[in-house]
């Protein structure tokens, strides 16, 4: 089943409505680039408001990551097309536990996409994605209520179907 544009941003609308209400964290905006194409999301964050201390200067917590993006292949392919990207992540941050500094930070998550090919030579055969990243990031500010980060993701079915391309973004 292929969503067009419009059904799937009108899916992700209407999944937020069903949602309960809950307070948003975070939201945050990514730009990111990889095998020909260029990538843009916004996403909404969820606090697990728990804290695990590893050790004395290690602390782990972690945050539920949605998401909504969109990818623009390269023109000068033939098989260019626009992809809408529907994900959702749960993300394990480890920091020293203060609300600014440095932090690193990993992700497994699923994603829905409204076709299956992009550029000429990137096909997925199913629109269900696992989306991993690894990262690295400051909290800034006051609160700690700023975060400019760095991420390496991978999209790919996991072999679930052939073929299996995957696209890579930083």
């Known amino acids: 089943m292929k969503l067009k544009s419009t059904q799937f941003v009108l899916l992700f609308m209407l999944a937020g409505l069903a949602a309960p209400a809950i307070a948003v964290d975070g939201v945050s905006l990514e730009l990111g680039h990889g095998d020909r194409t260029s990538m843009g999301r916004v996403g909404v964050q969820w606090d697990w408001n728990q804290r695990w201390q590893l050790s004395q200067n290690l602390v782990a917590s972690g ?45 497994i998550g699923a994603h829905l996409l409204s076709e299956t ?45 052939k073929a299996n391309d995957g696209i890579n973004f930083s």
């Open 117 to 161: 090919q992009i550029n000429d030579h990137r096909r997925f055969s199913t629109a269900f994605q696992f989306g991993d990243h690894v990262g690295v990031g400051l909290r800034f500010g006051q609160r700690g209520e700023y975060d400019l980060g760095y991420r390496f993701q991978h999209l790919s079915n996991a072999d679930i179907k």
């Open 63 to 107: 945050y539920w990551d949605a998401s909504l993006g969109y990818w623009r292949g390269d023109s000068s392919t033939a098989g260019a097309r626009d992809i809408y990207d529907l994900g959702i992540t749960p993300v394990v941050r480890l920091s020293r536990g203060n609300p600014t500094g440095w932090y690193a930070e990993a992700g």
